[in-house]
């Protein structure tokens, strides 16, 4: 019900978007956030995005660089990343549920999850 997709091999200093399309007429979500896992460590929420007001949220460690949109026409939610740094690299997922204001960054928060897709920076 959620597809993430866009991900890749880019150079540090690079950029890359990342799409996640919403499908399915019973989910039941107001916000969209991006989640992402480097190896080894534990799944870490990055930004969301309240599908009815627009609201956004970033992680200080992608503040300035990242930028998370939304087309509610087409279900769908763009992450773009620009200057990349090697520590970015990660599987990066998205996800929807109907989070606490206090609990927006936990994965715990959201039900529904894409399968998630792999970001490399690397020279």
């Known amino acids: 019900q959620l597809q993430a997709c866009g991900g890749g091999l880019v150079q540090p200093g690079g950029s890359l978007t990342l799409s996640c399309a919403v499908s399915?007429?019973?989910?039941?979500?107001?916000?969209v956030a991006w989640f992402r896992q480097a190896p080894g460590k534990e799944r870490v929420g990055i930004s969301c995005?309240?599908?009815?007001?627009?609201?956004?949220y970033y992680a200080e460690s992608v503040k300035g660089r990242f930028t998370v949109s939304r087309d509610n026409a087409k279900n769908a939610m763009l992450l773009q990343m620009s200057s990349l740094k090697p520590e970015d690299t990660a599987v990066y997922y998205c996800?929807?549920?109907?989070?606490?204001?206090?609990?927006?960054?936990?994965?715990?928060?959201?039900?529904?999850w894409g399968q998630g897709t792999l970001v490399t920076v690397s020279s």
């Open positions: 399915g007429r019973n989910l039941d979500y107001n916000v």
């Open positions: 996800a929807a549920g109907r989070p606490i204001t206090s609990e927006i960054r936990r994965a715990r928060s959201y039900e529904y």
């Open positions: 995005i309240g599908i009815n007001d627009g609201n956004t």
